[in-house]
């Protein structure tokens, strides 16, 4: 969220209790990307997607729709889209004002997530069968206009293992961008500081000015 040019990245992952069940000796000591060299995250994040079963959605906001909300608001933004977006065709929603009394009368009234464009979504709640879902939160906050069971966890990427692991996704996934943007971007260094404001990135925004991908609403920038 700190980075002076670049785009917000976020990810959601999901696991159920199967993941659980099975040793994984290849994830011992995964963490919170920040606590990690570049070379593991990516051996990490090559093995989560190498794991049966193992779901995530990466959603970002660009630099634009950054300064026009503010870091946060973008932040949060992309973090609702990526939750919805990873309800698969599968799962069963309904509509939060139904009673659960009536669970059994309504069951086949329940309406297919493919269906259903991701702006009326967010007036749903998922439902599963025998599992309970709910959504683990980096950070102290709830995510506005998303009806599912919530729970925000201050540090949530060193404290609970699906956050870090979402955390080694985003990361790895941002910074696989901003390698991409140092390739049309010469001058800047993207691919080693990935737009973070760095001593040499900040006398290269000084000689060079601003480009499209830099967030305008940011000191220096």
């Known amino acids: 969220m700190g980075s002076l040019a670049g785009p917000v990245v976020v990810c ?3 696991f159920n209790k199967k993941f659980f069940r099975k ?3 290849k994830l011992h000591w995964l963490r919170d990307s920040k606590l990690l060299s570049p070379k593991k995250r990516e051996e990490f994040a090559k093995n989560l997607l190498q794991v049966p079963g193992f779901k995530f959605q990466v959603c970002y906001c660009y630099p634009k729709t950054i300064d026009r909300l503010n870091i946060y608001q973008a932040a949060r933004l992309a973090m609702r889209r990526a939750v919805l977006r990873l309800a698969n ?15 059994n009368q309504n069951s086949k009234q329940f309406l297919s997530y493919k269906n259903l464009n991701l702006d009326i979504v967010s007036n749903f709640v998922l439902r599963a069968s025998d599992l309970r879902t709910i959504v683990l939160i980096d950070g102290p906050h709830k995510i506005a206009g998303l009806n599912l069971d919530q729970m925000p966890i201050i540090k949530g990427d060193r404290r609970v293992f699906a956050i870090a692991c979402a955390s080694i996704i985003a ?10 943007y140092a390739k049309r971007y010469p001058g800047f260094g993207f691919e080693k500081h990935k737009g973070y404001g760095t001593k040499y990135h900040r006398a290269q925004l000084a000689c ?3 480009i499209t991908i830099h967030r305008y609403s940011f000191a220096p920038v």
């Open 23 to 25: 040793k994984r000796p």
């Open 171 to 180: 990361k790895v996934w941002r910074d696989r961008m901003m390698t991409r």
């Open 12 to 14: 959601a992952v999901k």
């Open 89 to 103: 065709s599968k799962s069963e929603i309904r509509n939060p004002k139904q009673t659960q009394n009536q669970n």
């Open 208 to 210: 060079l000015g601003p």
